[in-house]
């Protein structure tokens, strides 16, 4: 693509996404009053996994058939200190009836899956409890934005679900169970309502941080990043230079129609984010790192 005809199609995502909002308005404030907000302390904790996690997982994974490869869990590699600013994440993930609002308020587009298909349309996917799906990585950083918030970080999601000690999983270290730690492997075929696996949140009470639906991260995809960070502590790490880029995106958790080797909390994924699919959502955090234009 020529360079004049590239900067025509970032000013056009740009204005799409509607990203730049002065204030809050009536219709954001009315959506915050419905967010359950969890507070994670400043601090430091374990990032990625070490190389004896990693090749456990990687056996693991080959056992269930999952398909995943051998380079995927080496992107969890190597394992080291992030220090994290205080921040507060929402409980749970954002459902159809918050991002509706958002939808009538600002004229945004409605969620689509995969093949452009209206998702709202799908009885299975539209219920005003379930986590909006179908949303782009531009569509869903426009939402956090416009209520005062963002994405989180690969940092502060990865925080939020392993917390200071590297658990597995956000409960722990114990596999997961079907039907009582997350929805995944289509048990319902479907994403569910949130908050519907209380045994599965995290110690500080976040829901649905494993399975039920993948979650957009703020960061863009390099399977080598923990590899730059040499010997310091990287302070509120952000791998996305400009909001605008078009490379891909992390997505976290896994998702209800993928096996229990995908749920693991140190597992990193990725998504094209001008994509959307029945299989992905979000989760906002607040306040918001500064992203140059």
Not at 242 to 251: H, K, P, S, T
């Amino acid at each position: 693509m020529k360079r004049s005809g590239f900067a025509f199609l970032i000013l056009l995502i740009m204005t799409h996404s509607g990203f730049a909002v002065a204030e809050i308005s009536k219709a954001a404030q009315q959506v915050l009053t419905t967010i359950e907000w969890i507070s994670i302390p400043e601090g430091e904790f374990p990032m990625g996994s070490t190389p004896e996690e990693a090749k456990a997982a990687y056996e693991d994974a080959k056992l269930r058939s999952s398909m995943l490869e051998q380079h995927t869990f080496d992107a969890e590699l190597p394992q080291h200190q992030v220090y994290l600013s205080a921040y507060e994440i929402s409980r749970f993930e954002i459902t159809n009836a918050q991002y509706r609002v958002f939808v009538e308020a600002m004229n945004r587009p409605t969620p689509r899956g995969h093949n452009g298909e209206e998702t709202w349309a799908n009885e299975t996917l539209n219920g005003d409890t379930q986590p909006v799906v179908g949303v782009t990585w531009f569509d869903a950083q426009a939402f956090a934005e416009w209520m005062g918030g963002s994405l989180p970080t690969e940092a502060q999601w990865e925080r939020a679900a392993r917390g200071t000690e590297a658990r597995i999983y956000p409960w722990g270290n114990a596999p997961p169970k079907a039907r009582q730690h997350a929805n995944f492997a289509r048990r319902y075929n479907r994403p569910m309502p949130i908050g519907q696996f209380p045994k599965g949140e995290s110690p500080d009470g976040i829901a649905d941080l494993a399975g039920n639906v993948w979650e957009w991260c703020l960061d863009e995809y390099n399977p080598t990043v923990y590899q730059r960070n040499g010997n310091g502590v990287p302070h509120n790490p952000l791998n996305l230079r400009f909001r605008d880029v078009l490379r891909a995106r992390v997505i976290r958790g896994g998702a209800w129609d993928v096996g229990s080797a995908f749920l693991r909390s140190g597992l990193r994924f990725k998504f094209y984010p001008l994509d959307s699919t029945h299989t992905i959502g979000f989760r906002v955090v607040r306040p918001r790192p500064d992203i140059k234009e």
